[in-house]
């Protein structure tokens, strides 16, 4: 016969008694403080974070220096500690992410007040062409190394003022069988050969009425010889449409070099800026964008809708600071009654943003002295005398200085020293804001490179200026740079309230010597907390 087991019956002791519901109580409050004893000493309404980042020198940027800074903590993108490690380790939880900086440098991200957020990237695969030198030589070596006797070639660099003007013959004599698209940096200038004009079915014929476009001709023929952004994108996409595929747009070129905030400017005309904004989908980016709109644009409600549209889709935030800022692009070479009229008609509810060459800057100067509004901006300001630095105190004005003009101006002048260039030290003493801007892609986007030009008051070609050191040199895309395109609340400096946008570097700009500066590199680039790029996977955990 089969047998089971039973459960065996237990009786309960003598000594067992039921536990009460206060012991009960008591003992579970015990075990949430053993739980949660690191935490139990927090000030009322702080933060857990996101993010902490520490062991590393952490260089705030902010008017008051704060001592002893080992670490900064993160939520929501801001940033809401600031202090030893000890003291942020406090507001860690489980889910916080903890990076070692290991020994690295950070820095408030990177501000570039000026620069073309539509075309920088653009150029990516393009051949670089120096017009100090031949360009033809450079064009040759580029058809030897082409893959397909069909592929299209591009060029990049192309500038009037140092080089001569191309013929279409010899354009076509020196690339024959090849496409070939030839542009300045900024697309404003360029030549395309006979075979970019048949792919393209471009001729005298269907050249459409665009704005600012001008297809050169010579006995009712094309010459090749393009002007406006607008002619030169509009044979970009009729090559697109041809199903012939254009280098990638990219916007992650500011984040490679540190730039966390841009001043975008968006004067350019574009045929179909709906293609510019599928390009453009395809990444993902996050950069804080200042927009200065040209006069132009700023009279189109499509122009301005676009642009809105643009960095949506881009994964932009665009703030034009309550609408506030204008670019008043190109000035420089109209008379003095039109310069007049935008800036009676504009200064009052705008930022006026001014490129101004040499020879009219004491006209603007005087015109934004009697002006009732300030801080306004003038760009480039490439040669101040002592009066022009005056000029600016009184008027309250933010120079926004082009390092590029060390590399541009010694072309133009050889080597003849140019002491009031980029007087960057006069404008501190004058008690005046300025900042450095790259003008890319016209001008590079290496931060650290116009950092260096800044401290050395030189160039690779030995020009000299009056050098700053090397702190106040870090404000000019920094903090000064914040000031000037009016987002000192938000960005420019680590402090708390602030975005929590910072660069790492794998040196020390403040520490080095200023030769080696050119030579820092970004290991990493955070915008709002989040990495936005990395030098290689493993550089930091």
């Given amino acids: ?137 450079i064009i040759k070596s580029a058809v030897n190394n082409a893959s397909t006797i069909n592929s299209i070639l591009y060029f990049v660099g192309y500038d009037s003022i140092l080089g001569n003007e191309l013929s279409f013959a010899e354009i076509n004599e020196a690339i024959n069988d090849h496409p070939m698209i030839f542009v300045d940096p900024l697309l404003r200038e360029g030549y395309v050969n006979q075979k ?74 574009f045929p179909q800026p709906e293609n510019i904004i599928k390009k453009y989908a395809h990444y993902e980016h996050s950069i804080r964008v200042t927009a200065y709109l040209s006069p132009k644009l700023l009279d189109e409600v499509s122009g301005l809708l676009f642009f809105s549209e643009y960095f949506k889709v881009g994964g932009v935030s665009l703030n034009t600071m309550g609408n506030h800022v204008l670019d008043m692009n190109g000035i420089s070479s109209q008379d003095l009654a039109s310069i007049t009229s935008l800036m009676d008609k504009y200064h009052v509810d705008y930022q006026l943003s001014i490129d101004v060459n040499d020879s009219n800057m004491d006209m603007v100067l005087q015109k934004l002295k009697v002006l009732p509004t300030k801080n306004h901006r003038i760009n480039f300001c490439g040669s101040l005398t002592e009066k022009h630095l005056s000029d600016m105190a009184s008027a309250k004005v933010y120079p926004s200085f082009y390092p590029g003009y060390l590399n541009y101006r010694n072309a133009l002048s050889g080597t003849k020293d140019l002491d009031n260039l980029l007087p960057l030290k006069s404008t501190i003493f004058k008690n005046l804001t300025p900042s450095i801007f790259s003008n890319s892609p016209k001008g590079s986007l290496n931060m650290m490179k116009m950092i260096h030009d800044s401290v050395t008051g030189k160039n690779y070609n030995q020009i000299s200026e009056n050098q700053l050191p090397v702190l106040e040199a870090m404000r000019l895309i920094t903090s000064y740079a914040s000031i000037i395109i009016g987002e000192q609340s938000n960005v420019g400096s680590i402090e708390i309230g602030k975005f929590a946008d910072f660069v790492v570097l794998d040196k020390n700009p403040l520490e080095v010597d200023t030769a080696e500066i050119v030579s820092i590199k970004v290991l990493k680039t955070y915008s709002s907390g989040k990495d936005v790029y990395s030098r290689t996977v493993d550089t930091l955990k």
């Fill in 196 to 269: 970019i004009l048949d792919m393209a079915d471009i001729n005298p014929s269907n050249v459409p009425d665009l704005r600012d476009t001008q297809f050169l001709a010579e006995n009712g023929m094309l010459t090749g010889h393009i002007r406006g952004t607008a002619a030169i994108l509009y044979v970009l996409e009729k090559l697109e449409n041809s199903n012939i595929p254009l280098p990638d747009i990219l916007f992650d070129e500011y984040s490679k070099h540190g730039v966390t905030s841009i001043g975008a400017y968006l004067s350019a005309p």
């Fill in 1 to 137: 016969m089969k047998r089971t087991h039973q459960p065996m019956e237990t009786q309960p002791t003598t000594n067992s008694q039921p536990i009460n519901r206060t012991t009960l109580i008591i003992l579970m409050l015990s075990i949430v403080m053993i739980v949660t004893s690191p935490y139990l000493y927090l000030p009322h309404n702080t933060y857990f974070v996101d993010l902490v980042l520490y062991n590393g020198t952490i260089v705030t940027m902010a008017d008051t220096p704060l001592d002893g800074v080992e670490a900064v903590g993160v939520k929501g993108g801001r940033i809401v500690h600031i202090g030893s490690f000890d003291e942020v380790s406090r507001y860690v939880h489980f889910g916080t992410r903890v990076v070692d900086l290991k020994g690295a440098t950070m820095f408030p991200g990177f501000i570039d007040t000026y620069t073309h957020p539509l075309l920088n990237g653009i150029f990516d695969d393009w051949v670089p062409i120096n017009m100090q030198s031949d360009p033809f030589t």
